[in-house]
């Protein structure tokens, strides 16, 4: 019998990212906003995308685009960036476009083929209404300690 990946029903808020659609726990979401309405006073790489305020919170602004896209953009002033509550405090995401709410019961979330064991922010696929959604554990997804630099030739 295989073993179940979520314990319950649980809401997922998608989102697009390099073609692909994903998902994250939609308890640790606090509010979304276009990217032209975060006051951003620092703006340092691709992933890590600087530093903003958003009702007087200072918090980093990741970029998942650069992480999980294959090509990286400045965003766009109508890109979405969804604010989630992590252990460490609060994070600015940005994403491609948020799809909506999707809750998935247990028998819809499946082992996602193929991933890495050193991938273990990747829940799953989640599947409903003909949708096929990466799930991410962005809890641990921020944890993930970054890649080395890359040198400029």
Do not use: H
Not at 17 to 31: H, I, K, P
Not at 73 to 95: F, K, N, Y
Not at 124 to 147: C, S
């Amino acid at each position: 019998m295989p073993t179940q990946i979520l314990a319950a029903s649980q809401q997922f808020l998608g989102f697009t990212l390099g073609g692909l659609e994903y998902g994250l726990d939609y308890a640790a979401v606090q509010e979304l906003k276009v990217f032209r309405s975060l006051e951003r006073f620092s703006n340092d790489g691709e992933i890590i995308g600087g530093v903003a305020l958003s009702r007087g919170v200072i918090m980093p602004v990741m970029d998942l685009r650069a992480a999980f896209a294959s090509s990286f953009s400045l965003p766009e002033p109508d890109t979405d960036v969804v604010i989630v509550r992590v252990q460490a405090g609060m994070v600015g995401v940005v994403v491609e476009r948020v799809t909506g709410v999707v809750r998935l019961r247990p028998e819809q979330v499946a082992p996602l083929p193929g991933a890495r064991r050193d991938a273990d922010y990747l829940i799953g696929l989640g599947l409903a209404r003909g949708r096929r959604m990466i799930l991410i554990d962005i809890e641990r997804l921020m944890a993930v300690a970054p890649a080395e630099p890359r040198q400029v030739a």
